[in-house]
């Protein structure tokens, strides 16, 4: 079993950073793949940016791309998003989620509780 523990979330207004870590813990030698999704009020959980374990391939929705940032630490079992002029519509529940196969669609293995990320206008 793995564990994920997501922290970082918060209040801020648009234009703002905010950093949003994951960190990992049991058997993370089984994990290939770490992403983070995003559910917001009402609507459907979305993709939001995944990294492989090497940390040397990354993927990002389109409407992050240029803003967030994702890196992972082995060493350190975390996975951070770095989120950079954010906007209200990034406003969601951020989950840190793990999978054991390579590529970043299909079923994960792993889910953290959830941070809240809200953006004020």
């Known amino acids: 079993q793995v564990q994920l523990v ?3 979330g918060g209040l801020v207004q648009a234009g703002d950073s905010l950093t949003l870590s994951c960190a990992a813990s049991g058997r993370t030698f089984s994990i290939w793949t770490m992403s983070w999704f995003r559910q917001a009020p ?3 959980r979305e993709f ?3 990294v492989n ?3 040397s391939s990354t993927y990002y929705r389109d409407s992050v791309k240029g803003r967030f940032t994702i890196s ?3 060493a350190k079992k975390t996975v951070v998003l770095q989120m950079n002029s954010l906007i209200p519509e990034d406003t969601a529940v951020y989950y840190c ?3 054991s196969q390579m590529g ?3 079923e994960y293995d792993y889910w953290g509780q ?3 990320v809200t953006v004020s206008s």
């Open 104 to 106: 970043y669609e299909g």
């Open 6 to 8: 997501e922290s970082g």
């Open 42 to 44: 009402g609507k459907e």
């Open 48 to 50: 939001v940016a995944g």
């Open 53 to 55: 374990w090497r940390g």
């Open 72 to 74: 992972r630490d082995n």
């Open 114 to 116: 959830g941070t809240q």
């Open 97 to 99: 989620a793990a999978r």
